[in-house]
Every structure is written in structure tokens, then in C-alpha cells.
Nanobody, 127 residues
Framework: EVQLVESGGGLVQAGGSLRLSCAAS????????IGWFRQAPGKERLGVAC????????YYTNSAKGRFTISSDSAKNTVYLQMNNLKPDDEAVYYC????????????????????WGQGTQVTVSS
């Protein structure tokens, strides 16, 4: 059974930081792409960042570049999203996601690339 369990969301002031975690289990291969989407109320779900389990290559949406860092701890089978200098526009539900075909990143970031979703964790940014 594949499971993606997110944690680390919460309330922060603008300019502050949060680190999200996604614990992955149930995968028999390590050649997938894992990362984060986010969705604010009334808006579409958009990709934020991802990392290839195969070679460690990372990809970032323009809004995340320079502020967010995605990383993977193989020993813990956990992926992290370090978010710095948070802005009110970053407020959303953040979803851990996995693409088993390796399209995410090299071919862009689209929700239909995703094969598995986590339950989501809320990030709230106060002004």
C-alpha cells in the first residue's frame, strides 16, 4: 500500500520559515519523482518543487526559486520542503505527490502527472 503522509504545516508570520515533511512508504522502486503541489481556495492545484529519487535532480516553480529548497533523506524515506521568506501568497494546502513515470520536472509540472497524493497540510501566512 502506497502512502504519503505530510506534516509540518502551520501558522507563520510573513518572512518566516516552515519545513514540510513527507514520509513515503509502500514503494518497491526508487525511480520515481516526489515533490509538492499547493492549492489556495478558489485556485488550481499547482506544482511547487520536486526531486528525482533516481539521481537527485531538483526542479522549482519560479515563485519557489531562491526561497524554497527540496531535499530527500533516503535513510528515513522522507522528503522535505524548506520554505523561507514566506509570503501571504504562499498560503495554501500543500500536497505531497509522486509521479512514477518521471515526467514531472523534465516535462513540466502538471497535476495529471501525479499517481499518488498525500492528504495535504495547511500553511497559513499572517501579515
Amino acid at each position: 500500500e502506497v502512502q504519503l503522509v505530510e506534516s509540518g504545516g502551520g501558522l507563520v508570520q510573513a518572512g518566516g520559515s516552515l519545513r514540510l515533511s513527507c514520509a513515503a512508504s509502500g514503494f518497491t522502486r526508487d525511480d520515481y519523482v516526489i515533490g509538492w503541489f499547493r492549492q489556495a481556495p478558489g485556485k488550481e492545484r499547482l506544482g511547487v518543487a520536486c526531486i528525482s529519487k533516481s539521481d537527485g535532480t531538483t526542479y522549482y516553480t519560479n515563485s519557489a526559486k531562491g526561497r524554497f529548497t527540496i531535499s530527500s533523506d533516503s535513510a528515513k524515506n522522507t522528503v522535505y520542503l524548506q520554505m523561507n521568506n514566506l509570503k501571504p501568497d504562499d498560503e495554501a494546502v500543500y500536497y505531497c505527490a509522486v509521479d512514477t513515470e518521471g515526467q514531472w520536472g523534465p516535462e513540466g509540472t502538471r497535476w495529471w502527472f501525479i499517481d499518488y497524493w498525500g492528504q495535504g497540510t495547511q500553511v497559513t501566512v499572517s501579515s
